[in-house]
T-cell receptor
Framework: ETGVTQTPRHLVMGMTNKKSLKCEQH?????MYWYKQSAKKPLELMFV???????ENNSVPSRFSPECPNSSHLFLHLHTLQPEDSALYLC??????????????FGPGTRLTVL | RKEVEQDPGPFNVPEGATVAFNCTYS??????FFWYRQDCRKEPKLLMS???SGNEDGRFTAQLNRASQYISLLIRDSKLSDSATYLC???????????FGTGTRLTIIP
């Protein structure tokens, strides 16, 4: 399935590195999301974008910086991360904000390890 | 109390059996409900939305009980391929945030 793609699929980085995660959706959706999934924890919403505008920041530390140049692309820029930031980072998209059943579809995720 | 709670399992069920999971939510303003399945080291995939009247998709039936604030998922005639973690997700009216449970691990045994 290629509805929502993410690159890279795996990333290992040091605490002083700067890297970016990329997400692209081919579903014609208008809303995009970043989630974090850590072991033994539920998925945590990080950011929401609707028509390129950020509509939600779920108290995410500033070392995570999202960017949404258009409705099809979403980036997550990473800098000076901590080992506890190691997790699976998932991108999702949905048709539109505001609909009661606004199903979200996920990409395959980037498995991030911070050394 | 957690916003969304699920029994983590594991549920080990023989092939062909029927299995059911519940998911409770704490916010009475919750409006939309979903079941996702997640295979090991893969992304969550939408299994079905859960509507007020309940809905069925093949071997899968989802129900919503607003009075008791839970949703349920019933799997009939379970297959080996049903082995996965089942996540419930809840959305509150006026908020785009999907709140997920930690998931219920299901293993179907041959």
């Amino acid at each position: 399935e290629t509805g929502v793609t993410q690159t890279p699929r795996h990333l290992v980085m040091g605490m002083t590195n700067k890297k970016s995660l990329k997400c692209e959706q081919h579903l014609g959706h208008n809303a995009m999301y970043w989630y974090k999934q850590s072991a033994k924890k539920p998925l945590e919403l990080m950011f929401v974008y609707n028509f390129k505008e950020q509509t939600e920041n779920n108290s995410v530390p500033s070392r995570f910086s999202p960017e949404c140049p258009n409705s099809s692309h979403l980036f997550l820029h990473l800098h000076t991360l901590q080992p506890e930031d190691s997790a699976l980072y998932l991108c999702a998209s949905s048709h539109q904000i505001g609909a009661s059943y606004n199903e979200q579809f996920f990409g395959p995720g980037t498995r991030l390890t911070v050394l | 109390r957690k916003e969304v709670e699920q029994d983590p399992g594991p549920f080990n069920v023989p092939e062909g059996a029927t299995v059911a999971f519940n998911c409770t939510y704490s916010n009475s303003a919750s409006q939309s409900f979903f079941w996702y399945r997640q295979d090991c080291r893969k992304e969550p995939k939408l299994l079905m939305s859960v509507y007020s009247s309940g809905n069925e998709d093949g071997r899968f039936t989802a129900q919503l009980n607003r009075a008791s604030q839970y949703i349920s998922l019933l799997i009939r005639d379970s297959k080996l391929s049903d082995s996965a973690t089942y996540l419930c997700a809840v959305k509150v009216f006026g908020n785009e945030k999907l709140t997920f449970g930690t998931g219920t691990r299901l293993t179907i045994i041959p």
